[in-house]
């Protein structure tokens, strides 16, 4: 019917099926061919377009992107895998397969959270990091969900099972640091060797708390923060990736406020890859009032990110769009999405039961063959693998689980260290832990840093008013004064000149709130021409930032808190518009940064500004 009611709006029929129709230049389905019969277009265009695979790009307004995904999906013959690419895609998702049964046999009663439904995500996320590595990504931040965390640690992460598995263990008793969550919440960092792309590559993955979709900004950061120290401009050497539920993506206003910080200078990590793991239900809730929007994707249209929609239960699709979307990342330098449209083969957890909201769904549900039986099953047919070769496989995971679960039982306590995403070796390591050095610094680098924080550059015109307030503090300088713009001055010149990294981030603190910063000068005659009077104290410094943000806090103190993860030595701060906005911010502050070291072993040297006390009428006033 859907035929008939195309070719009836397009005013053609079927005598007009076998017409030769000349194949336009925004089509690649031809291949070498330039013109088709109609029916040969139309059952070309079917089988990229109505089969596993969903691709939304044409709200790209790039016709270059547009044209590289559609020669990608379109060109005949393009996906192609080998009897080797599809046996290691079998042997990845019998890992994460029986990786969940042998948690499910042995902690029947204990919350996982696991994967089933979706387990082809690990094989997905190893692809992803497969290709990238290919192209030069040496470290990989990934930010998850609960749902999965440990299938990812395990069989992507590669954290040892012991330390796994005696997370389970009632009896074990917990280190002091770092016991303040539960398991599917951790995270870790671990080196090791790519046996695909031959290179050794780094995967952290960021702990976090329930909090749903909290993490993304902070993972953010944390890249921004490794791109940047390791002078990686163009975001070739470091990525991230996201792992999103379908209800919290479309739900959670911090997915918004992170894609708007996806292309802003000084908040880029050039390209995420999100993965959306649709089970389509939110822990009881239908998306039929989950959302208003048709796909739970479409916040990712505001930045043009393209969206592949690929059913979960054909794993070679889901290869094939994991490598198109790391190689959309790898060439534009911008987010991608890849939607995995699955389901939940348990209920929220797995002691949680599902029937009572959606019967008819988990009707279907349970005489709904895993996608590894579907897999396998066909494989074998096709004689990638044969079935003893596939119990074969199956039986040695097993006794790695077994061996891993009897060790285990050896483990004293938990150890945290391992799974410390972000670790600032040797930082703590004092003869009197509690001994802090002396911070002072003599006169007369104070008046160095004075007097070129008020000098006027040549060839600048200045506003009047600036003028002004750059006379006011060279004469601070001279009569030994200081007010708190100047004395701010001091302390970030200072640490500059002994080559620690200082960064300011938030809304306008540039010139500042009360207009008493002015870190940032500009040409009144000239667009875009600025003078950045604290970077011009040394010619050897280190780099001071200062940059506007969006106008957010939850999403922006976020991704600060994950810019301080990286490096000890520096100084990260982030300055609330007036004292109060940071109320939108709470999330951050209660689960990231109050409990960070208890809860978390997470270090993190960030500064958070409140300026509320300096001139707190303003606030009053816009409030009443």
């Not at 679960?405 to 600032?424: G, H, R």
Request: with cysteine.
């Amino acid at each position: 019917m859907m035929l008939q009611f195309d070719l009836c709006a397009f005013q053609t029929d079927e005598s007009d099926m076998e017409r030769i129709f000349t194949l336009p230049q925004t089509t690649f389905i031809g291949g070498q061919e330039t013109a088709l019969p109609l029916r040969e277009i139309i059952r070309r265009l079917e089988s990229v377009y109505c089969s596993s695979i969903g691709v939304e790009y044409m709200f790209i307004n790039d016709r270059q992107k547009c044209d590289w995904i559609r020669q990608k999906f379109e060109t005949p013959g393009i996906v192609q895998f080998t009897k080797m690419d599809k046996r290691l895609i079998l042997e990845r998702l019998i890992r994460s397969n029986k990786f969940e049964e042998f948690l499910a046999r042995k902690w029947s009663s204990e919350k996982r959270f696991g994967l089933e439904g979706c387990e082809v995500l690990i094989p997905s996320l190893k692809c992803i990091i497969d290709e990238c590595s290919g192209q030069g990504v040496e470290s990989f931040v990934l930010g998850m969900p609960h749902r999965g965390r440990l299938n990812v640690l395990a069989n992507v992460a590669r954290k040892p099972l012991e330390s796994i598995f005696c997370q389970f263990d009632s009896k074990l008793e917990p280190t002091d640091e770092g016991s303040g969550d539960v398991k599917y919440h951790l995270g870790m960092s671990l080196t090791r060797m790519n046996h695909i792309s031959k290179r050794d590559i780094n995967i952290a993955i960021v702990a976090n708390p329930s909090h749903l979709e909290a993490v993304d900004p902070v993972v953010q950061g944390k890249v921004r923060a490794e791109q940047f120290y390791r002078g990686d401009t163009d975001g070739k050497r470091v990525m991230s990736v996201l792992i999103h539920g379908d209800a919290a993506f479309c739900g959670q206003g911090v997915v918004y406020e992170t894609f708007h910080l996806s292309d802003l200078p000084d908040y880029s990590t050039h390209g995420t890859i999100h993965i959306v793991v649709n089970n389509q239900i939110g822990f009881t809730t239908d998306p039929r009032v989950a959302r208003s929007s048709p796909y739970c994707t479409d916040v990712a249209r505001v930045v043009n990110a393209p969206i592949f929609h690929v059913n979960a239960d054909d794993p070679e699709a889901v290869m094939y769009v994991c490598q198109v979307a790391s190689q959309w990342r790898c060439h534009f330098g911008s987010d991608v999405v890849i939607d995995l449209v699955c389901y939940r083969r348990n209920g929220h957890n797995e002691i949680d039961e599902p029937m009572f909201t959606q019967p008819l769904m988990y009707k279907r549900i349970k005489k709904h063959k895993s996608v590894l039986e579907l897999y396998a099953d066909a494989k074998i047919q096709e004689g990638v693998m044969t079935q003893q070769e596939f119990e074969e496989e199956q039986a040695n995971y097993e006794k790695i689980c077994e061996d891993a679960y009897q060790n285990s039982k050896k483990v004293a306590n938990t150890k945290n260290a391992e799974w410390l995403d972000s670790p600032w070796t040797g930082f703590f390591d004092k003869t009197v832990p509690l001994e802090y050095p002396s911070t002072g610094v003599d006169e007369e680098t104070l008046t160095h840093i004075g007097n070129k924080f008020s000098e006027i550059p040549d060839d600048f015109t200045f506003h009047g008013g600036l003028k002004r307030i750059l006379k006011g503090r060279a004469n601070m300088v001279e009569n030994r004064e200081a007010d708190w713009a100047l004395g701010e001055a001091f302390a970030f010149g200072s640490l500059l000149k002994e080559g620690n990294h200082v960064r300011l981030s938030g809304q306008d603190v540039e010139r500042g709130t009360f207009s008493h910063r002015h870190h940032v000068l500009h040409d009144q005659n000239v667009d875009k021409k600025r003078y950045y009077p604290l970077n011009n104290l040394y010619p050897d410094q280190a780099q001071y930032t200062v940059c506007n943000s969006s106008l957010s806090e939850f999403g922006v103190l976020g991704f600060e808190l994950g810019f301080s993860m990286t490096n000890p030595h520096s100084l990260v701060m982030w300055e609330a518009q007036f004292g109060d906005f940071s109320n939108t911010a709470q999330c951050i502050i209660d689960q990231f940064i109050s409990s960070g070291q208890a809860k978390w072993v997470r270090q993190s040297g960030l500064v958070m500004l409140l300026p509320h006390g300096y001139e707190g009428m303003v606030s009053v006033q816009e409030v009443l």
